[in-house]
C-alpha cells in the first residue's frame, strides 16, 4: 500500500475543548489504522491564521511568475505554502465548527488562499476546471444544534458551502461526519458517542 500523506485542518477556537476537533481526531485515528504508512501534518488554523485577501494579495496572484516584485513573492508566501501543503495531501480531514450557521472566519480565509487561478483551479477550457484531484476529504462538522435534517437544515451553510467550493477546485470525493445536538435536551448527552460511532463504524 503507497504512503498516504494526511493534511488535518482544524479552526475552532476551543482547542482541546473542540467538539468538531474530537471528531476530526478520531477521523485520523481511523486513518491511522488503515494505513500502515502515512503522515499526518496539522494546520490549527485558530493558532496560525491565514491573512485575510487584500488588493496587494490578489494583483500579486494576478501578475505572471516571472515578473513579480519581491514584495508580491512576500505578501503571497502564504498562499503558496497553503497551496503545496493540499497539493502534497493525499487525504484531507477538515474540522468545522458552525458559527452562526457558517464557517470559520479562519476557514474561509484559509479557502481564498487556496483558491487561485491555474494554481487551484483553471478556464483554459473555456469552463471551470478543478486541479486538485485524486485526494479524500472528510469533513468533521461540530454543531450546538441540529442541522443536518429538520427545521434547521435551511440555516446550514457549512456542508453545502464546503462541498461546492471544494468541488470547484476538483475536490469531489467528500465524505461528512457531524457531531450535532450538542444543546438540546435528550439529545446532546450523547452527542459525541453517537458521533464516533459512525466515524469506527465507516469504512475507510
Keep these: 500500500m503507497s504512503k498516504k500523506n ?3 485542518i482544524k479552526a475552532s477556537i476551543n482547542g482541546d475543548a473542540s467538539k468538531s476537533n474530537q471528531l476530526s481526531n478520531s477521523i485520523i485515528e481511523r486513518l491511522k489504522d488503515t494505513y500502515s504508512d502515512y503522515t499526518v501534518e496539522t494546520l490549527d488554523l485558530s493558532e496560525t491564521p491565514l ?3 487584500t488588493a496587494e494579495m490578489y494583483q500579486a496572484f494576478s501578475t505572471p511568475k516571472d515578473t513579480r516584485s519581491q514584495k508580491q513573492l512576500e505578501v503571497i508566501q502564504p498562499s503558496e505554502n497553503a497551496i503545496k501543503q493540499i497539493k502534497e495531501a493525499d487525504i484531507v480531514v477538515i474540522a468545522v465548527p458552525l458559527y452562526n450557521f457558517s464557517i470559520p472566519a479562519s476557514l474561509k480565509a484559509w479557502l ?3 483558491a487561485r487561478a491555474n494554481e487551484t ?5 473555456g469552463t471551470p476546471q478543478g486541479l486538485l484531484t485524486d485526494k479524500k476529504v472528510y469533513l468533521a462538522i461540530a454543531s450546538g444544534g441540529i442541522y443536518s435534517e429538520g427545521m434547521m437544515k435551511a440555516y446550514d451553510f457549512t456542508e453545502n458551502y464546503l ?3 471544494l468541488g470547484f477546485l476538483g475536490l469531489t470525493d467528500v465524505s461528512t461526519f457531524r ?3 450538542i444543546f ?5 448527552e450523547n452527542a459525541v458517542t ?3 460511532e459512525t466515524v469506527e463504524e465507516y469504512s475507510f
Excluded at 483551479?121 to 477550457?125: E, G, L, R
Excluded at 438540546?184 to 446532546?188: A, I, K, M, Q, R
Design 194 to 196: 453517537k458521533a464516533l
Design 6 to 8: 494526511v493534511l488535518h
Design 121 to 125: 483551479f483553471s478556464y483554459a477550457t
Design 112 to 114: 481564498d488562499q487556496i
Design 163 to 165: 462541498r461546492t467550493v
Design 184 to 188: 438540546v435536551p435528550n439529545v446532546g
Design 51 to 53: 491573512p485575510f485577501l
Design 179 to 181: 457531531l450535532e445536538g
